[in-house]
């Protein structure tokens, strides 16, 4: 059996492959498995309950031996986290091909998945674990921050200042959450049940505090929304008692939300136990974990339910809570909504998603060369530049120096393409990867998330994400991945990721302009075909053609 072992992406630029085409994959995985980037790297789990990036360590040994091996007019297909063939294709084609997690939908339950995985023949992919973009928690923090932007803005609050947040999970994702509120300008209680994941966050500067009683919590949120100075609170405690011990307080936050791993019944802790006590019935008897789990996250909605009641802005961050409980019997789960129909569609009528790139090189002066550049790029989107500003100062790198920020349809492809002539001048040390989470405008479909509530009622329609992955691999992504299940968990989302190299060459500016146009433009699609009248508007004002769209 081949034995963990501690991973760290190489840095500098010799190469352990023929190309950087090539070398971009490799190091990404082991990028993904850095200690200072992966949540539990031991068993191969990056984030997300149990989002792994190889199935097993020999898989993941031999991804990287095929990549070695690899020519630069092959592919490797990775199936689940597998590495299971290698195909002479051509230098255009993406040099490798991931499918993770997929089943026919009528076996896509959670109970046959954990059979398969526990007889090592299937891996849970996540959204960018199995498909090698994980940038930790920096990703998560600009979604988190754009969407609390979003929602102050919709409130008509100039921003979140001397306003309460409260939430749960400082997790991989959730613990972005206490920056993404400060950045905002509020004050944020999160809850977290396990006490080394919140000390985590507060190493690494995300969190400000970290208390074990409410009260003194709560002393410290009073007085930071009398001073109207931002403020964050790691509370240690289990959500599914916090809450509803909030509720009989007559405590009512101005937000509530919620990001504990829900979409996976097994890694969501339930109420009144210790972290030990659940570790042992998890494996013990999975059956009564299950139900516990479920029986909490009915309590944590409940208390959701009456918070939103009492006036309190709530919605689902995206972890499937509200189905949970409504398969418990919680039968008004969905009266508050779920981000993306609340915040984040008119961006994605727009094209408008997650940008995200990683220096190779490992020098941080790489991202700081192209975060001048973006700003160039775009001198009025001041909104952008407070971003990359904020980000610069707060964000500690983890694992290779990555960068992301929200771009829309012409955008994305100016900002690839300028990277690409940054390499190829000279001005950056090695060539950048350029890629973006699974949650983007046109690569998928989650009806319990991004694709809630859709104008035509297409919420469950996965051939988008289908259509995205193949369109992004006829264009020349260095990498394409397909995966069931991220996020919100098996059964509920099909998605599709993309990553391609900025290596300086020609022929990567011509792949780089058209995977970034057609990537987010098929999103503008996406949305038009659905009925949006921003994303009808778009694709009119981008010439983007729709044979089935009619005109004026
Ligand atoms: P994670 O497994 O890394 O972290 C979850 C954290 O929640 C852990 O620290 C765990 O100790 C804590 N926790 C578990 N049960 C708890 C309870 N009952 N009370 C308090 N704390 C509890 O997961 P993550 O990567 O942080 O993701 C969290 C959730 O968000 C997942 O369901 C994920 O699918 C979802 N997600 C949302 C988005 C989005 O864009 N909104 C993106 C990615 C993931």
């Not at 081949?2 to 490799?26: D, F, M, N």
């Not at 530049?385 to 980000?391: F, Y």
Request: glycine share 10%.
């Amino acid at each position: 059996m081949t034995e963990p072992r501690t991973v760290r992406a190489p840095r500098g630029t010799q190469l352990h492959c023929k190309s950087w085409l090539i070398e971009a994959p490799y190091r990404m995985i082991q990028n993904n498995l850095d200690p200072e980037v992966a949540e539990r790297p031991e068993d191969l789990v990056v984030y997300g309950g149990r989002g792994q990036a190889a199935r097993d360590w020999e898989s993941f040994e031999t991804i990287l031996t095929s990549l070695q091996e690899l020519d630069e007019d092959e592919t490797l297909l990775v199936q689940s986290g597998k590495p299971v063939a290698v195909f002479k294709t051509h230098p255009d084609a993406p040099r490798v091909l991931i499918a993770n997690s997929n089943l026919v939908p009528h076996w896509a339950t959670q109970e046959h998945f954990d059979e398969l995985a526990a007889r090592g023949l299937i891996m849970y992919g996540q959204m960018t674990a199995g498909s090698w973009i994980y940038i930790g928690t920096q990703g998560i923090l600009q979604g988190t921050y754009e969407t609390l932007g979003s929602l102050a803005r919709l409130r008509g609050w100039p921003s979140l200042r001397g306003k309460f947040v409260l939430t749960a999970g400082l997790g991989g994702m959730g613990g972005a959450q206490p920056l993404a509120i400060t950045m905002n300008e509020g004050v944020g209680l999160i809850i977290e049940v396990d006490p080394a994941r919140a000390q985590r966050r507060l190493e690494n500067g995300y969190v400000e505090f970290v208390v074990d009683e409410l009260e003194e919590a709560m002393t410290l949120v009073q007085e930071a929304l009398d001073g109207e100075e931002p403020r964050s609170v790691g509370l240690i405690g289990n959500a599914a008692d916090l809450y509803p011990e909030l509720v009989v307080r007559g405590v009512i936050p101005d937000v509530v939300t919620d990001q504990t791993p829900a979409h996976d019944v097994l890694s969501y802790v339930p109420n009144d136990m210790t972290l030990e006590a659940a570790a042992e019935l998890r494996t013990g008897d999975p059956q009564e974990y299950t139900r516990r789990s479920m029986a909490s996250m009915a309590r944590h909605v409940e208390a959701m339910l009456a918070f939103k009641q009492a006036g309190a802005e709530v919605f689902d961050y995206g972890n499937n809570l509200r189905q949970r409980a409504y398969d418990y019997g919680v039968s008004e789960a969905f009266e508050f909504p779920g981000f993306v129909p609340a915040y984040i569609r008119p961006l994605f009528c727009e094209g408008k998603g997650p940008f995200r790139w990683v220096a190779l090189s490992g020098d941080e002066e790489d991202i700081y060369k192209t975060d001048a550049a973006v700003m160039e790029l775009f001198p009025q989107d001041k909104h952008l530049h407070r971003w990359l500003r904020l980000a610069r100062e707060k964000v500690q790198f983890q694992g290779l120096p990555a960068r992301i920020c929200w771009l829309g349809y012409g955008e994305r492809a100016a900002a690839g393409l300028r990277f690409n002539q940054m390499v190829a001048g000279g001005e950056l040390q090695a060539p950048i990867v350029i890629g973006r989470d699974h949650l983007d405008a046109g690569s998928v479909a989650s009806p319990n998330r991004e694709t809630e509530g859709m104008l035509d009622g297409t919420d469950a329609v996965s051939d988008w994400p289908l259509l995205n992955a193949m369109l992004n691999a006829v264009g020349g992504a260095t990498w394409v991945s397909f995966h069931h299940g991220g996020g919100v968990g098996i059964g509920f989302s099909q998605h599709a990721g993309q990553v391609i190299v900025a290596d300086g060459t020609p022929e990567a500016a011509v792949r780089i302009e058209r995977v970034l146009t057609t990537d987010p433009g098929l999103g503008i699609v996406r949305h038009a075909d659905a009925g949006y009248p921003e994303a009808i508007a778009a694709a009119r004002r981008h010439g983007i053609k729709m044979p089935m769209l009619k005109q004026d």
